[in-house]
């Protein structure tokens, strides 16, 4: 298995581009999550999914969207980068029977600078 | 609200004892403990739930006091490896998410 994964490792964007990152897992997870962690500020939730075809927003979800269109996928969209959206987004999810509490498993995580 | 680390850094030399504290102004359901070596995703280590009992990893053992709305990490005879940023996560009753802390950054020394 290769647990989670995130697609691409490093990006650099211009102020006001647009992309899309991409979470798969193959552990058949039904939530899953999106991070953003910045010096100082620990891992702050961005959006999230409890399941296929469901989103909500987590502590910081301006400036991103999200879809889960696939059970195993959750795509995190940037429709308009900006300086302040420069971080490292880490992916994450979790078995339904541990409940939305239950332990996260992360991927590797993408490194984004914009300019 | 995110809950509170401290310290936010520690430097131990091999072999000492360590003690993480994190709290949270909410009644808590759970509490999370991951660790993060540089450059690298976060690890689950262990979850503590309301009511349940102390819980270990290797020599790192951790406890969650309810009435005090706050958790410990205690790592014991550390080791090298154990160098990293340990992050609590905080979830509430019926909350479909966890909040993170800041982090403490342990450094171990030879």
């Known amino acids: 298995n290769a647990g989670v994964t995130q697609t691409p490792k490093f990006r650099v964007l211009k102020t006001g581009q647009s992309m899309t990152l991409l979470c798969a897992q193959d552990?058949?997870?039904?939530?899953m999550y999106w991070y953003r962690q910045d010096p100082g500020m620990g891992l702050r939730l961005i959006h999230y999914?409890?399941?296929?075809?469901?989103?909500a927003k987590g502590e910081v979800p301006d400036g991103y969207n999200v879809s889960r269109l696939k059970k195993q996928n959750f795509l995190l969209g940037l429709e308009s980068a900006a300086p302040s959206q420069t971080s490292v987004y880490f992916c994450?999810?979790?078995?339904?029977?541990?409940?939305?509490?239950?332990?996260?498993?992360f991927g590797p995580g993408t490194r984004l600078t914009v300019l | 609200q995110q809950p509170v680390q401290s310290p936010q850094a520690v430097i131990l030399r091999e072999g000492e004892d360590a003690v993480i504290n994190c709290s949270s102004s909410?009644?808590?359901?759970?509490v999370h403990w991951y660790r993060q070596k540089h450059g690298e995703a976060p690890v689950f280590l262990m979850i503590?739930?309301?009511?349940?009992e102390q819980m270990r990893h290797e020599k790192i053992s951790a406890s969650f006091n309810e009435k005090k709305q706050q958790s410990s990490l205690y790592l014991t005879a550390s080791q090298l490896s154990y160098s990293g940023t340990y992050f609590c996560?905080?979830?509430?009753?019926?909350?479909?998410?966890?909040?993170f802390g800041q982090g403490t950054r342990l450094t171990i020394n030879p």
């Open positions: 994450a999810s979790s078995y339904a029977s541990g409940g939305p509490q239950g332990e996260q498993f």
């Open positions: 552990m058949n997870h039904e939530y």
């Open positions: 999914s409890v399941g296929e075809g469901t989103t």
């Open positions: 909410k009644a808590l359901y759970s």
């Open positions: 503590l739930l309301k009511g349940g």
């Open positions: 996560g905080t979830g509430l009753q019926g909350a479909q998410k966890l909040v």
